[in-house]
């Protein structure tokens, strides 16, 4: 008997996502905000419970989509997009848009379901983490830059306004991560994933927290899929006898640049990391090339030190 009576492709945007339903011709766009999910939702509400929905990882963007359908206890699986590039060569279309990529996925779906593992969230409250955490980006994005205006003003009324707003702004942050603790403090696996990633030399409250909430695969993937889901994987470029300069490159842009101020915390400590950085400056390394580096192994080591918890 089948698992599923419907297949259904999710290509997500960072501003839209596409849907299609294996079998059928046409597909639909929606807004990917709470506004667009909810539409979504509603519109197939009566096929969603019998549904294997399929997306990609998308740096980050599918996962408010990801965790509402999770929200709803509707089956969803969260493609590795290398295997997906893969299927739809095989298809021999070389003709891309967001709409065949849709349909792609949902026939993805249709073909490997028996082999498909459903995505299972880290945590009841994932939904709620991750738009707590989304919003404290944004918040602080916002105080930074109400940091850098008040440089320049010179009247005194603006400045005042400047500096009420990144009081507001500050303790928003505060409250947001006062919820986020409390959150994480009342799930006891995430409480306990928590103070083993603070082990780590670089690693705070707000590093963990995220790590948590933006990567839930940590310590369920390998070494090296730890580093190209986070774009610290330095990626070959060879050709005959000429071996290229190797960037790094993608990955999901919340916990980059996460791991950057992690790495920097590192490197300024006394810690093994430090001298890893430093003997790789002394190597002739670039700074940038060096913390990338420190970034790659301290999200390798928290990886391998989440392993134990992989089957709870």
Do not use: W
């Not at 997500?12 to 596409?18: A, S, T, Y």
């Not at 206890?73 to 709409?99: C, E, M, P, Q, W």
């Not at 590093?207 to 730890?226: S, T």
């Amino acid at each position: 008997m089948a698992l599923y009576t419907n297949f259904i492709g999710l290509d997500i945007g960072k501003f839209n996502f596409v849907v299609a339903v294996n079998g059928n011709k046409k597909t639909e766009e929606y807004e990917n905000n709470n506004s667009g999910i909810m539409l979504f939702l509603k519109k197939y509400k009566n096929i969603l419970p019998n549904s294997l929905c399929v997306l990609e990882t998308t740096g980050g963007y599918e996962m408010r989509l990801l965790l509402a359908l999770c929200d709803k206890n509707y089956s969803v699986h969260r493609a590795n997009t290398r295997h997906v590039k893969n299927f739809i060569r095989s298809l021999g279309n070389a003709a891309k848009t967001d709409s065949l990529d849709a349909k792609a996925l949902a026939l993805y779906g249709h073909e490997r379901s028996g082999r498909l593992e459903k995505f299972i969230p880290s945590s009841k409250k994932a939904l709620e983490l991750y738009e707590l955490s989304q919003r404290r980006k944004d918040l602080k994005k916002m105080l930074i830059a109400e940091k850098n205006r008040i440089q320049a003003p010179k009247v005194d009324l603006v400045k005042v306004s400047f500096s009420e707003m990144i009081n507001i702004l500050t303790n928003q942050i505060e409250a947001i991560d006062k919820e986020i603790n409390k959150l994480i403090a009342e799930d006891e696996v995430l409480k306990a994933k928590k103070e083993v990633l603070k082990t780590i030399k670089g690693i705070g409250d707000v590093v963990a927290n995220e790590l948590l909430i933006f990567m839930p695969e940590l310590g369920k993937i390998n070494r090296r899929q730890a580093a190209s889901l986070t774009g610290l994987a330095p990626k070959a470029n060879d050709s005959g006898t000429v071996n290229g300069y190797r960037r790094t490159s993608k990955g999901r842009s919340e916990i980059k640049s996460i791991l950057f101020l992690a790495a920097m915390a590192a490197r300024n400590s006394n810690s093994e990391f430090k001298s890893f950085y430093i003997k790789l400056i002394n190597k002739g390394k670039k700074k940038m090339v060096a913390l990338v580096a420190l970034a790659r192994k301290i999200i390798v080591i928290a990886n391998a030190k989440l392993k134990p918890f992989a089957t709870i």
